[in-house]
């Protein structure tokens, strides 16, 4: 079973690296094909989150892409937010938790579709612009 942890791993840092967080992958594929409970994969999805968050802050940071000022008022009410939340989500329900979970997918997957129409929508109405049309 280790070497499916293994590959969970690769696909959830795969996805991270693309700029889609990696637990959007992570945690489905450990509680649905490896049958880690909800509140385990959640928890695991935090703590995996740490050296790839510290990697990314590090490579973000050296490509002058950081901006410091925001970065301080950003990072301390995060760490607040995810710790508070964590205790929260502890205290759930297993099944509840999934339901939340999934709900936040299909918002974020929402999002993330609307956001796509509009840049389609922006590039075709630069391309016609450009074209005269």
Not at 71 to 90: C, D, K, Q, R, Y
Not at 102 to 131: P, Q, R, Y
């Amino acid at each position: 079973m280790w070497y499916y942890l293994i590959l969970a791993g690769f696909a959830g840092g795969l996805i991270g690296g693309m700029g889609m967080g990696g637990g959007t992958l992570l945690i489905p594929i450990l509680t649905i094909f490896l049958s880690i409970s909800q509140h385990l994969a959640q928890g695991l999805n935090l703590l995996v989150f740490i050296p790839t968050g510290i990697i990314a802050l590090i490579i973000h940071a050296k490509n002058k892409l950081l901006d410091f000022k925001t970065f301080l008022f950003i990072i301390f009410p995060a760490i607040a937010s995810a710790i508070g939340f964590s205790f929260l989500a502890n205290s759930l329900d297993e099944q509840v938790l999934k339901i939340i979970f999934g709900i936040f997918l299909v918002i974020i997957g929402i999002i993330m579709l609307i956001v796509a129409i509009k840049n389609v929508i922006k590039s075709k109405n630069k391309l016609t612009d450009k074209l005269g049309v």
